[in-house]
């Protein structure tokens, strides 16, 4: 009787705990059962602090946007990598201290965090296929290969410099290897087999392969700053290079696909979102930074093609707040939120 009456004021402590970080959501560590939420969800890295790292969340249910939805604890040092595997967990990855290890974090929809660990070397993006995580680890020019289960680093795979940005398509992982700041530039993307883990092969395209995504048709698309700013259009099968478009752009980011359309969007140079007609190759400016809409640095961005809206990470001066921008198919904005420091990672779940 003893041990439960010490029992029941924690169990309640604890509960009232759970309030005060995040009203919207009163529910056991052990499982969540609230419903799967549907909205972006907004990583913003911070600026070297572990506890200005911030997972934000705007609700399409009821247009709510929660500053920060983690429990119970924060992500780190420089968390960029987020992905969802199985339409119930989230996946990030943080970078850790300059030369140290990261770690992955599994997450329900609702910012529950169940499980993490330590592995790689400064670990940045990732993707998940055949209940695997593929992180790419820059400093180590490698690929760590995790068991999504129990969150083991499994075996790691050496790419090609510094690599980054990094996606799946079927059973492959494709891989933007990039350069080293001052050092060696690498022109490749390496094509891990997910099935055996092994490199199959390298796809030469131009200067640091900067963006990766999936066009409508089932192509590889991937941004370079070579020859002014192009993408390529690349074969899965053949790892061919079967078109390329050139988009004036030093800094193309975050390539999105509309699947309503032959269009995809791109961050251009930090300071506009393009579209560009994969059928005619026209090159249309959607969003362009100006004093009416408050844009300063671009940092990350989404195309929600279900409901036709742009989402924009604004960094501003990566040392204050940042802000997620709405806008819609028309580029006019219709709102803003005050996210963490350093926005950048956006993920839409609809």
Do not use: W
């Amino acid at each position: 009787m003893k041990l439960l009456q010490i029992a029941l004021p924690l169990f309640f402590a604890l509960i009232v705990i759970q309030g005060c970080y995040r009203d919207e959501i009163i529910v056991p560590l052990v499982s969540s059962n609230s419903p799967h939420k549907l909205g972006v969800y907004v990583l913003s890295e911070g600026n070297g602090a572990p506890d200005q790292s911030k997972l934000s969340f705007l609700s399409y249910a009821n247009g709510e946007f929660s500053y920060n939805i983690t429990f119970p604890s924060v992500l780190g040092l420089y968390p960029d990598g987020i992905t969802e595997y199985n339409a119930t967990a989230i996946y990030i990855t943080e970078q850790g201290s300059p030369g140290g290890e990261g770690k992955i974090y599994k997450l329900d929809t609702n910012g529950i965090i169940y499980s993490s660990n330590n592995f790689g070397l400064n670990p940045y993006s990732i993707a998940a296929v055949n209940d695997k995580a593929y992180c790419s680890n820059g400093p180590d020019s490698s690929v760590s290969v995790i068991d999504l289960n129990s969150l083991a680093e499994i075996k790691r795979i050496k790419t090609g410099l510094n690599p980054r940005e990094i996606i799946s398509l079927n059973n492959k992982v494709y891989v933007a290897n990039t350069k080293y700041t001052g050092g060696g530039v690498d022109s490749t993307i390496s094509v891990i087999n997910s099935l055996n883990d092994l490199q199959v092969a390298k796809i030469k395209i131009d200067i640091a392969p900067s963006s990766l995504a999936v066009s409508k048709d089932g192509y590889l698309l991937a941004g370079s700053s070579g020859h002014g700013g192009t993408i390529y259009k690349v074969s899965p099968n053949s790892y061919e290079i079967v078109n390329s478009y050139s988009v004036n752009s030093l800094v193309i980011g975050d390539i999105n696909v509309d699947v309503n359309s032959n269009n995809i969007f791109f961050i251009k140079n930090y300071s506009s979102i393009m579209k560009l007609d994969l059928t005619s190759g026209e090159l249309t400016t959607v969003i362009e930074s100006s004093s009416s809409n408050n844009l300063l640095f671009i940092n990350g961005y989404s195309y929600d093609s279900k409901y036709k809206k742009h989402y924009l990470a604004d960094a501003k001066d990566f040392n204050s707040a940042g802000f997620l921008y709405k806008f819609n198919s028309s580029g006019v904005l219709e709102a803003g939120f005050q996210t963490g420091i350093s926005p950048k990672k956006i993920l839409i779940r609809n």
